[in-house]
């Protein structure tokens, strides 16, 4: 019995998945003998896995950190030879992106927006509206953008000057399921960074949220940087995981533009539709 006991970890370690897949192109097969066999999205792979390449494929697996790997060269190589590439810095917003495909991977349930927590808020409370999307975070310059939530409401919203006290420079009532903040933010002085909350209660204690309007030029740059982030693989998959960067960056948006742009591409994706609508 000892002995059981003692080889069960060794067993759990040999079952732990090193790497998934994430796209494949073309011919990329595993090829540990006597076993082979084509790769898709999805299959688990091992560090002791052999892998090989055809001329003119592609493969580009997430590895267990959440960084990504790429190969486009016709090769074939055993995947221990590669971890050291999956330690390489990565920005927060790629990782994010990965993890949450990881899991979906795994488990078809999982939320895209549980992986969408975002920095610079100051809460002080909790919203008591259920909202479309997380509004901690919100880079502006033009473009629609609507915050919605079920049912209608009275609700107050507030700018500020500071994240805490502070001047209160616009001060708004509506009634309704919807907030048109494209609108309000066309009311503040120009580009800047703003602190604003919203509430259906009376109570002080809320949520107070980060915003900056930038500059177009400035604006433009930054987007381009977040686009830059992504994993090119086929072109609705792309514009998805673009669309997730630059709602989790809160450029929101601009993600919703790629977020249109994925389910133009691949209608059938239920996953793009659901958070496209989101903001329809």
């Given at each position: ?106 488990d ?15 809460v ?57 903040l ?9 580009a800047?960074?703003?602190?604003w ?14 915003l ?24 609705a ?8 960067i ?15 742009m994925a ?13 496209l609508?989101?903001?329809?």
């Amino acid at each position: 019995m000892l002995l059981l006991l003692c080889a069960a970890p060794v067993k759990l370690a040999a079952q732990q998945v090193d790497f998934k897949v994430y796209f494949v192109k073309g011919q990329v097969k595993k090829i540990n003998p006597p076993k082979t066999y084509t790769l898709k999205k999805g299959d688990a792979l091992h560090e002791s896995d052999w892998v090989s390449i055809s001329a003119g494929a592609q493969l580009v697996l997430i590895c267990k950190n959440y960084n990504s790997l790429k190969l486009f060269k016709a090769d074939t190589v055993k995947l221990s030879t590669l971890a050291a590439q999956c330690a390489r810095p990565s920005n927060s917003y790629t990782v994010a992106y990965l993890r949450y495909v990881w899991d979906e991977l795994k488990d078809n349930d999982v939320d895209a927006q549980n992986y969408m927590h975002n920095v610079g808020a100051v809460v002080r409370g909790e919203p008591q509206l259920k909202l479309n999307f997380n509004p901690d975070t919100i880079n502006y310059s033009v473009g629609p953008l609507n915050l919605s939530w079920e049912g209608k409401d009275q609700v107050t919203v507030k700018f500020y000057t500071a994240p805490h006290l502070g001047k209160v420079v616009g001060l708004y009532h509506f009634y309704g399921d919807h907030l048109p903040l494209d609108s309000l933010f066309a009311k503040l002085n120009g580009a800047g960074v703003y602190y604003w909350s919203m509430s259906n209660t009376n109570e002080s204690n809320q949520p107070r949220y980060y915003l900056r309007i930038w500059p177009q030029q400035a604006y433009q740059a930054a987007i381009s940087d977040m686009i830059g982030q992504s994993v090119a693989t086929d072109k609705a998959e792309t514009a998805y995981m673009t669309g997730f960067i630059l709602e989790k960056a809160g450029f929101t948006a601009e993600a919703i533009k790629y977020y249109r742009m994925a389910c133009d591409l691949d209608q059938n994706n239920k996953i793009y539709r659901t958070s496209l609508t989101r903001f329809l």
